[in-house]
């Protein structure tokens, strides 16, 4: 498959029940004028992976535009406008009386890359967006956030500790081809020592490679204490926003080109595009922190 027949991008599935926990959503207007919905809500469910259960809370990003490129009505932004001023979520009205939601078909993961404000580096997370979401009745919920699709390996390695030691879980760094024949990179990760075990002797870096798992979306808040030099120790809160696509399992064996395998020069190119994007990112922000410095006043105030 070429990279001039890829306008759809790959398989890229994501489905999920649960409560609606929070709704983050605003309307303004574009540059142009045009009304917008924008921001995300999140969805609490609960990951059901043999006879553990893991609890997630996944933000649904959202960005959608009252009328499409046509100048049609956009069904997308009508159900983003019915959640944000109909659906009751957790915070707003308890959990007794928050409704419960249902992404199906319109779910997507997607690259987000951004300039960290403190290192000044480029920083790349998954996301989930979705256009549609249904509501349903807690009695029909079927609890969890699972994806499926289809990436092309760019590199499998040992996930390491902040000390250099190996956990025993498996990093891959997926490349997802998008829309328009772009690509995103996203990483996944292999902790189910079997499920690693049959990626390392099967796949291999440029293979397309079909893959399931759930969504493991949480954030920990940790307290470290302090010794103080007087009175009562200092107590720092901090918290961790874990973002983690756990692979559980996928095809045996990497798709042929009959089946639809990716053209490595394809993604080659695709990738180059990409890097260049980064960098473009990378040099304006660099640009507009150097142009934005406020001027030492020497504690003048």
């Known amino acids: 498959m070429g990279i001039k027949n890829w306008t759809d991008g790959a398989l890229n599935e994501v489905t999920m029940d649960g409560i609606l926990n929070e709704v983050n959503l605003q ?5 142009s004028g045009r009304p917008v919905i924008y921001g995300d809500y999140v969805i609490k469910t609960t990951n059901h992976i043999g006879d553990k259960e893991f609890v997630a809370e996944v933000p649904i990003r959202v960005y959608q535009s009252q009328l499409t490129s046509t100048g049609k009505p956009n069904p997308a ?3 983003a406008s019915k959640i944000m001023k109909e659906f009751t979520s957790v915070a707003a009205g308890g959990e007794e009386n928050a409704d419960y939601i249902r992404i199906s078909s319109s779910g997507k993961l997607s690259e987000n890359t951004f300039i960290s404000k403190t290192t000044g580096q480029l920083v790349s997370t998954p996301v989930i967006r979705a256009s549609f979401a249904n509501k349903i009745k807690k009695s029909d919920a079927q609890d969890g956030a699972r994806f499926k699709t289809i990436i092309v390996i760019g590199k499998i390695t040992p996930e390491l500790s902040r ?3 190996e956990t025993g879980r498996l990093i891959i760094k997926g490349i997802l081809p998008v829309w328009g024949g772009k690509v995103e990179l996203i990483d996944y990760i292999v902790e189910n020592p079997n499920v690693a075990k049959h990626i390392e002797g099967n796949w291999q870096e440029g293979d397309t490679v079909m893959i399931g798992g759930y969504i493991n979306f949480v954030s920990k808040t940790i307290e470290t204490e302090e010794p103080s030099g007087f009175g009562e120790p200092i107590v720092t809160r901090r918290t961790i926003s874990v973002k983690e696509l756990i692979i559980t399992g996928g095809h045996d064996a990497p798709l042929t080109e009959e089946e639809g ?13 990409r890097k260049a994007r980064m960098d473009e990112k990378v040099k304006a922000a660099a640009q507009a922190a150097t142009t934005s410095k406020p001027a030492s006043n020497g504690f003048g105030f």
Do not use: F, Q, W
């Open 27 to 31: 309307s303004n207007t574009d540059k």
């Open 77 to 79: 932004y009508d159900t």
């Open 163 to 165: 000390d250099g030691v």
């Open 261 to 273: 395998a990716y053209d490595n020069e394809a993604i080659g190119v695709a990738l180059n595009e």
